[in-house]
């Protein structure tokens, strides 16, 4: 057996210049550079391992012990939503709670409750967005937040609480999280852009989830949703979850059950702008499919096309670009040597677009998604993989149909202006331009 090699390195000459000007196009260098191969990148005193290879990734993913979500990069993420699993006392009972949040049983039974709520944002979003442009970002916030609220709380909070908490929470992930993950090692102490906007809008998600948590204790916690599900969940010890602990694994929930949405959202509505021909199929099964009807889960098994398309656009437009781990002991990978104590990162990104697993990966193509295609299960990434993928991935899937089939049915959302659809690098991919559409209505009998 041959002797475990160190991973080559791109030197940080080769890296840095563009990491400061532009980080995705960096990134996109770096897949470039790397091409597939396991390497460390020279970033100062900073060398991370890069895996891409969905055999790679997929060695990393299924050993969380030894690759744990902890350490540097995390600890911004931490700040909003608690400890990152790897070093949460608490995560074991918080993951069977998500778990049985979105259980098959518990999805069926709430499904048509999110479809109404999802009809009802449309039509709201209708009477403002029909013959002027409005901010798409903000919009797909808003509709996201009222579709997943009751949800995540129930009715302990109002629409317009639900959109104060949908402003804030975007704030917080767009604020200082890029300076902080591009500069990790820089102390907490020492300010950095964005730190105080980020410290206002986790205050403001404090204020408006706290007290949703101690009058839910108050009450019984007897609902369905999340919040109730936590302080009622109990280890083998009979122990519950103290206050901050439910605070943390509510806040975490709407993060991973929002910020993909938004994000693919606000994605889709340009891809379609810009592909009349995808458009045009898309409207088609869904005329065909919910007709004048408001889309409900009887529809969802027909959406067939609607779900291709979600998911073409989650592989170009990964919202979690990057998924950073802690190496706990050594390893080889493939005959690569991993140290201890590294930072090894998978970037969901770069293996969505390795041109050997997706030919022609920057053209958008939903075909690669038709029944009967088959691939790797770690060529797809947007979701993670092994102990730590996505719990909320199936309900991501229901929502985003649920929504494009409730614009689309009565609405073409047309893009305001020339925006450009490449991304840039925040906590998650965000487009680089601000996104103005508005809804042009496609039948004269559309609700306005």
Same mark, same amino acid.
């Given at each position: 057996?041959?002797?475990?090699?160190?991973?080559?390195?791109?030197?940080?000459?080769?890296?840095?210049?563009?990491?400061?000007? =532009?980080?995705?196009?960096?990134?996109?260098?770096?897949?470039?550079?790397?091409?597939?191969?396991? %390497?460390?990148?020279?970033?100062?005193?900073?060398?991370?391992?890069?895996?891409?290879?969905?055999?790679?990734?997929?060695?990393?993913?299924?050993?969380?012990?030894?690759?744990? +979500?902890?350490?540097?990069?995390?600890?911004?993420?931490?700040?909003?939503?608690?400890?990152?699993?790897?070093?949460?006392?608490?995560?074991?009972?918080?993951?069977?709670?998500?778990?049985?949040?979105?259980?098959?049983?518990?999805?069926?039974?709430?499904?048509?409750?999110?479809?109404?709520?999802? %009809?009802?944002?449309?039509? #709201?979003?209708?009477?403002?967005?029909?013959?002027?442009?409005?901010?798409?970002? =903000?919009?797909?916030?808003?509709?996201?937040? $009222?579709?997943?609220?009751?949800?995540?709380?129930?009715?302990?909070?109002?629409?317009?609480?639900?959109?104060?908490?949908?402003?804030?929470?975007?704030?917080?992930?767009?604020?200082? *999280?890029?300076?902080?993950?591009? @500069?990790? &090692?820089?102390?907490? /102490?020492?300010?950095?852009?964005?730190?105080?906007?980020?410290?206002?809008?986790?205050?403001?998600?404090?204020?408006?989830? *706290?007290?949703?948590?101690?009058?839910?204790?108050?009450?019984? !916690?007897?609902?369905?949703?999340?919040?109730?599900?936590?302080? +009622?969940?109990? =280890?083998?010890?009979?122990?519950?979850?103290?206050?901050?602990?439910?605070? =943390?694994?509510?806040?975490?929930?709407?993060v991973a059950a929002t910020e993909t949405s938004v994000t693919i959202l606000t994605f889709l509505w340009m891809? @379609?702008?810009?592909?009349?021909?995808i458009a045009a199929r898309l409207y088609e099964e869904i005329d065909q499919v919910v007709g004048t009807d408001?889309?409900?889960?009887?529809?969802?098994?027909?959406?067939?096309?609607?779900?291709?398309?979600?998911?073409?656009?989650? $592989?170009?437009?990964?919202?979690? /670009?990057?998924?950073?781990?802690?190496?706990?002991? #050594?390893?080889?990978?493939?005959?690569?040597?991993?140290?201890?104590?590294?930072?090894?990162? %998978?970037?969901?990104?770069?293996?969505?677009?390795?041109?050997?697993v997706w030919p022609d990966p920057e053209v958008f193509d939903p075909e690669r998604f038709a029944p009967g295609?088959?691939? #790797?299960? &770690?060529? *797809?990434?947007?979701?993670?993989?092994?102990?730590?993928?996505?719990?909320?991935? &199936? *309900? &991501?899937?229901?929502?985003?149909? @649920?929504?494009? !089939?409730?614009?689309?049915?009565?609405?073409?959302?047309?893009?305001?202006?020339?925006?450009?659809?490449?991304?840039?690098? /925040?906590?998650?991919?965000?487009?680089?331009? $601000?996104?103005?559409?508005?809804? $042009?209505?496609?039948?004269?009998?559309?609700?306005?």
């Amino acid at each position: 057996m041959p002797r475990p090699q160190d991973a080559k390195t791109i030197p940080s000459y080769r890296i840095l210049p563009k990491l400061l000007r =532009d980080p995705l196009e960096a990134i996109e260098e770096i897949g470039r550079l790397s091409a597939g191969e396991i %390497v460390r990148l020279g970033i100062g005193t900073f060398r991370p391992y890069l895996v891409t290879r969905p055999e790679h990734v997929q060695h990393v993913l299924n050993n969380a012990e030894n690759y744990r +979500r902890e350490g540097l990069l995390w600890k911004p993420l931490s700040r909003l939503i608690g400890e990152p699993s790897g070093a949460d006392p608490a995560w074991p009972l918080k993951k069977g709670t998500y778990k049985a949040l979105f259980s098959g049983p518990n999805i069926a039974s709430f499904t048509d409750d999110v479809a109404r709520a999802i %009809v009802e944002a449309v039509d #709201d979003l209708g009477r403002r967005a029909v013959g002027r442009p409005v901010d798409a970002a =903000d919009e797909m916030t808003r509709l996201v937040y $009222r579709a997943i609220t009751q949800l995540l709380v129930g009715d302990k909070i109002t629409l317009d609480e639900a959109d104060d908490l949908g402003r804030v929470m975007a704030t917080a992930t767009t604020s200082s *999280f890029r300076s902080r993950m591009l @500069l990790p &090692f820089t102390p907490f /102490w020492l300010p950095l852009p964005g730190d105080r906007a980020f410290h206002r809008a986790v205050q403001a998600v404090d204020d408006l989830i *706290f007290p949703i948590v101690r009058e839910s204790r108050r009450g019984g !916690a007897d609902g369905g949703d999340i919040v109730s599900r936590l302080i +009622r969940a109990r =280890d083998e010890n009979g122990r519950g979850l103290d206050e901050q602990t439910i605070r =943390d694994g509510a806040v975490a929930l709407f993060v991973a059950a929002t910020e993909t949405s938004v994000t693919i959202l606000t994605f889709l509505w340009m891809v @379609l702008d810009a592909r009349p021909d995808i458009a045009a199929r898309l409207y088609e099964e869904i005329d065909q499919v919910v007709g004048t009807d408001h889309p409900a889960r009887s529809h969802l098994s027909e959406l067939r096309y609607a779900k291709m398309v979600t998911q073409e656009v989650l $592989r170009l437009f990964s919202p979690g /670009w990057m998924l950073p781990r802690t190496v706990v002991a #050594d390893d080889v990978i493939d005959g690569v040597r991993i140290r201890k104590g590294s930072i090894i990162v %998978v970037s969901p990104y770069l293996t969505n677009r390795l041109p050997d697993v997706w030919p022609d990966p920057e053209v958008f193509d939903p075909e690669r998604f038709a029944p009967g295609q088959s691939r #790797d299960r &770690f060529a *797809f990434l947007t979701f993670g993989g092994g102990p730590h993928q996505c719990i909320g991935s &199936f *309900f &991501f899937t229901i929502e985003t149909q @649920l929504i494009m !089939a409730a614009m689309l049915s009565r609405y073409q959302p047309v893009i305001h202006g020339s925006p450009s659809i490449k991304p840039q690098l /925040w906590l998650t991919l965000k487009p680089r331009e $601000r996104i103005q559409f508005l809804l $042009r209505p496609r039948h004269a009998a559309s609700n306005v």
